[in-house]
């Protein structure tokens, strides 16, 4: 019998760019969805249109743009969510509706407590279906491929579950997909939902069946599997695994552990892993999320072994350590170390070899830092130059703030002092500050603060080594808060207090844009679904 063929729905530029901080520009999705088409998902969603300019424009141009992957588009189960996802798909050829409403009594006692949705649970229930039947049928007016999502399916009670997949299949919908929103299901539970659904949906075998897993206990991966083993002909994933809160199930290894485990799974993507590594790597730079280096497939040491054994072992047969080969995913085995002697021609050869872009205009500043960093750094290795032009981006995407100066003073017996010279881009002005804190990183974010003139929380600051020695790079990220909303910011750099300033600038500039995209009353509100409440029916 032939393998069954799964479909790969990444959700990286919706559901991955929902995790906090990871906001990409138009430019960065588009380019990130073109690479996701020569990495041969089958569907990328492409955004939520309804929630924010930014991602109506993404989602229209990607359809409009972007050859090869079906393109789909996110929308609650409202009248005007399915409009904008209809009109920002209108000039795409080959598009999808995927339109969702809660079905759990937890969600629904939350989201739909309103009495206009029903007095008791059973009115509240009976309002969901009427609402999935609508929606359904008013997006199939649109386009012949509409996707329904029972959101938090992983806690829904299965009888409940069975009669919403029964009406959004009567009203229409092509694929059916069960979320585990919020990461709660273990892989036994979580794939009886697919058997039962399968066996008790009266239409289930005509239409495709979909996982979408969050990772809050660490089993986003292992959840989709076991939904594929129970029938589960598509998977929704983001590369890197990045998402809501802890993320959602990583593209790389469910298609990694269905290739390595073809036998056991029977099941195979039409995906084409040698671009893996460098398709991580080109969302980690356009989201400032790291790659962690012993991330599996894509990490940096997914393939380096480093105790004598495995070494030794690996030496005279790959087989005995390795499960798959790095080329295979894209990683080069052989690190070629650049220098201050290699030149441009070297460095951005190998820059494209380990798939990241560097528009022309960033190339002269890119160069400019390689060779200081050749001047600090005996070897300079891929991680590093990631590094690089990741502080090369973040410099020059400073829309709101840039960080002109940074000094600060330290010692035993006095207060830390920092001195900063921030930068306001709106104004074309600068604001010199001196601060003290209580440790050198405070001083610097009181003056950055008092600089900025920004009133928000810290909510947590953390640092690490990207590398081994004195001389490692550094990275800081640090996460900002206000109302609710969090603006995450990374930077890397030898001098950790000025990763320290750096992230914290970034992070900044995040929450001025939020504020003010924030003004715009058309749409939802910030690009993050907040407000889930549908229209009653
Ligand atoms: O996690 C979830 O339930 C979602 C839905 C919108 C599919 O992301
Ligand atoms: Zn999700």
Known sequence: MS????????????DGEQAPGASMTISEKLRIAHQLARLKVDIIEAGFPISSPGQFEAVQRIAQEVDGPVVAALARTTDKDIDAAGEALLTGSNTRIHTFVATSDIHLAAKFGDDRYG???????????????????QARAITPNVEFSAEDAGRTETDFLVQVIDVA??????????????????????????????????????????????????LAVANSLAAVLAGARQIECTINGIGERAGNASLEEVVMALNVRRQHFGAATGIHTPLLTETSRMVSIATGFAVPPNKA?????????????????????RETYEIMRAEDVGQHAESIRLGRHSGRHGLFSRLDKIGVFVPEERKGEVYRQFVRLADRKKEIFDEDLVNLVQEVKGRSSADHYRLDHLHVASGTGRLPRAEVLV?????????????????????????????????HDLISYGIRSMGEGADAVGEVTVLIGENGALFRGVARNID??????????????????????????????????QSFEGDAV
Not at 119 to 137: C, G, H, P, Q, Y
């Open 3 to 14: 393998d069954q063929r799964v479909q790969i729905f990444d959700t990286t530029l919706r």
């Open 119 to 137: 007095r008791t649970m059973a009115e509240k229930r009976d309002n969901i279906l009427k609402m999935t039947d609508r929606s359904v049928r």
């Open 169 to 218: 299949i009567e009203a229409g919908a092509t694929t059916i997909n069960i979320p585990d929103t919020t990461g709660y299901c273990v892989p036994r539970e979580y794939s009886k939902l697919f058997t039962d659904v399968l066996s008790r949906c009266r239409r289930a075998h005509d239409i495709v069946l979909s996982t979408h897993c969050h990772d809050d206990l660490g």
């Open 297 to 317: 497939i894509v990490g940096g040491n997914a393939f380096s072994h480093e105790a004598g054994i495995h070494q030794h072992g690996v030496l005279r047969s």
């Open 423 to 455: 930068h306001h881009v709106s104004t074309d002005s600068t604001t010199r500050v001196t601060a003290d804190g209580d440790g050198p990183v405070d001083a610097i974010y009181k003056a950055i603060d008092q600089a900025t003139g920004s009133h």
């Open 496 to 529: 950790v207090l000025k990763a320290s300033a750096q992230a914290y600038v970034k992070a900044l500039n995040q929450l001025a844009a939020f504020r003010i995209g924030r003004l715009n009353t058309e749409f939802v509100s910030d690009g993050i679904m």
